[in-house]
């Protein structure tokens, strides 16, 4: 198996495991500043595999959306003073889908060119891509609801008005939407009827929910510091991942079955597998709320 770390050396960075075993790679031209670090335990620390994509995160105190390579570089970034943002979506390699939410709207961005659309109009907590190349979109705005847009803002379908403060939402691989709201629950609705029908309570402050690979429901349970896998039939937590968790805005399971996570007020994302082992980490980030893989 490939030495990941020697090759990250060849492109100019240092390799250091401190006695905590913390692997860091710290940038030669920065001094002592670490851009990354990937956390394991031996004999297998030589032999995690990087990320193969980039991740976009949008940081809300840090007034910030970032694209960020494997190594922990920022390869593109746009800050505003006080320009807070919620949630974002890589179209393709070169444009982006982000919330500008203090602004309250949504913008559709080409990296390159530079040029920006404002695609939607409204105070929206999350964006997810929908069926068809779609967006999805949920805030609390008009006693809150979801919405599908096409990536030129057009409406495609919205949800009655019947939600408190909805954080976070999701479409099923059958059409229906997945919501959580604020006041402690996750809902199902149907798309065409657009009723509720299913829902549980139990969570403190859900701010994101997706359906995995194996048809169960992932939530960051945000104040109870914890990520959540629930079997929607029986209503049953079939795992938790918590440990040092502080306020998780967000959760997303990526295509190798890893949990993506925004560990938020620990200033930190990172991807942890199934053994719950932590794989990668991105420090030094403020208050990231969201953070997406771009997987092809």
């Known amino acids: 198996m490939d030495n990941y770390f020697y090759n990250v050396a060849l492109k100019g960075a240092t390799h250091i495991v401190d006695s905590n075993e913390k692997a860091r790679f710290i940038s030669i031209d920065e001094g002592t500043k670490p851009i990354y670090r990937q956390i394991t335990t031996p004999p297998n620390l ?3 595999d990087l990320p193969e994509n980039n991740t976009f995160i949008t940081d809300d105190m840090g007034m910030a959306v970032f694209e960020i390579d494997k190594f922990g570089n920022v390869v593109w970034e746009q ?3 006080d320009k807070t943002y919620f949630g974002i979506i890589p179209i393709n390699l070169n444009e982006i889908v982000f919330n500008a939410y203090s602004y309250g709207r949504v913008e559709k961005l080409n990296k390159v060119t ?11 907590r999350d964006i997810v891509p929908a069926e068809g190349g779609n967006l999805l979109l949920v805030g609390h705005e008009d006693k809150g609801k979801a919405v599908i847009i096409d990536v030129e803002g057009k409406l495609i379908w919205e949800s009655n008005p019947e939600f408190y403060y909805p954080r976070g939402v999701w479409q099923k691989e059958d059409g229906n939407i997945l919501i ?3 006041r402690g629950k996750a809902y199902e609705i149907d798309y065409y009827t657009k009723n509720i029908i299913w829902e549980m309570k139990g969570f403190n402050c859900p701010n994101s929910i997706q359906e995995t690979i194996n048809k169960n429901y992932l939530i960051a349970d945000e104040h109870n510091n914890r990520v959540v896998e629930i079997n929607p039939i029986n209503k049953k937590i079939v795992r938790t991942y918590s440990r040092d968790l502080w306020s998780p805005n967000y959760a997303r399971e990526l295509k ?3 949990w993506l996570i925004c560990d938020t007020d620990n200033n930190r994302v990172i991807q942890i597998n199934n053994q719950d082992n932590m794989v990668w980490e991105l420090s030094n980030m403020h208050t990231p709320n969201r953070a997406v893989r771009l997987e092809p």
């Open 79 to 81: 800050k505003q003073k």
């Open 180 to 182: 959580v709201d604020f």
């Open 46 to 48: 030589l032999y995690i």
């Open 114 to 124: 530079g040029e920006a659309n404002i695609i939607y109009d409204g105070y929206m």
């Open 256 to 258: 190798n079955g890893d």
